[in-house]
């Protein structure tokens, strides 16, 4: 079993930068696929970034890529997301997951999910 917490999230104006941290618990953590995800007022939760659990694989939508940075920390059970350069855009809640296996966490399928941390960007 796993627990996830997100953290870092916060108001900030356009052009600032962000870190967000998701803190797991439970074994295994290494053996974990990660994602961050975010939802913004009246949209569907949406795919930010993945990154796989042995070569370290990352990938983004296409909206954030350049300027977000996934990375992983096995030895802090922690994920991270850098967020550079934000717009408003970018305001919505962001989760962090967690898949099992050979399997990326997707919008829609993930085992484990976190509760969210707020991102509010002003223009």
């Known amino acids: 079993q796993v627990q996830l917490v997100e953290s870092g999230g916060g108001l900030v104006q356009a052009g600032d930068s962000l870190r967000l941290s998701c803190a797991a618990s439970g074994r295994s953590f290494s053996n974990y696929n990660m994602g961050w995800f975010r939802q913004a007022p009246g949209k569907e939760r949406e795919f930010v970034a993945h990154?796989?659990?042995?070569?370290?694989?990352?990938y983004y939508a296409d909206s954030v890529k350049g300027r977000f940075t996934i990375s992983r920390d096995n030895a802090k059970n922690t994920v991270y997301l850098q967020m550079n350069s934000l717009i408003p855009e970018d305001t919505a809640i962001y989760y962090c997951?967690?898949?099992?296996?050979?399997?990326?966490?997707?919008?829609?399928?993930?085992?484990?999910w976190g509760r969210g941390t707020q991102v509010t960007v002003s223009s």
């Open positions: 990154i796989t659990r042995s070569t370290d694989t990352t």
């Open positions: 997951a967690a898949r099992w296996g050979v399997r990326v966490p997707t919008a829609v399928s993930a085992d484990y």
